[in-house]
C-alpha cells in the first residue's frame, strides 16, 4: 500500500508564508513526478505545482514567483508558499506518479489534502 500524507497547512494572513510537506510511504521502488494541487470552495481542483525526479519544476501562471517547490528526498515534497493571497485559500493535495516494483507501471496516488486559509 502507497499512502502520501499531507502536512503544514493552517491559517495565515494575507502577505504571509507556509510551508506544505508531503511524505509518501509503502511499498515504492521509484517517485517520477511529485505535485501540488489544490482546490478552492466550489471550484475543480487545480494544478499548482509539479517536480521531476530529474529536478524540473513547473508552475501554475497563479503561483509562479511566490510559489517554490522541492524534493526535500526522494519520498518526500515541500512547497513553500510566499506572498499569500485570499484566492490562494483551499484544500493542498499532494500527487505522485509512483513505481512500486521496478517492473511494474507507475501509477498515480494522490494525499487526502490539507487546508490553507488565508484572511485578507
Known amino acids: 500500500q502507497v499512502q502520501l500524507v499531507e502536512s503544514g497547512g493552517g491559517l495565515v494572513q494575507a502577505g504571509g508564508s507556509l510551508r506544505l510537506s508531503c511524505a509518501a510511504s509503502?511499498?515504492?521502488?521509484?517517485?517520477?513526478?511529485m505535485a501540488w494541487y489544490r482546490q478552492a470552495p466550489g471550484k475543480e481542483r487545480e494544478f499548482a505545482a509539479i517536480?521531476?525526479?530529474?529536478?524540473?519544476r513547473t508552475y501554475a501562471d497563479s503561483v509562479r514567483g511566490r510559489f517554490t517547490i522541492s524534493r526535500d528526498g526522494s519520498k518526500t515534497v515541500s512547497l513553500q508558499m510566499n506572498s499569500l493571497k485570499p484566492e490562494d485559500a483551499g484544500v493542498y493535495y499532494c500527487?505522485?506518479?509512483?513505481?512500486?516494483?521496478?517492473?511494474?507501471?507507475?501509477?498515480?496516488?494522490w494525499g487526502r489534502g490539507t487546508q490553507v486559509t488565508v484572511s485578507s
Open positions: 500527487h505522485a506518479n509512483i513505481r512500486r516494483e521496478w517492473y511494474s507501471n507507475a501509477n498515480d496516488y
Open positions: 517536480v521531476t525526479s530529474d529536478g524540473g
Open positions: 509503502g511499498s515504492i521502488f521509484d517517485i517520477n513526478r
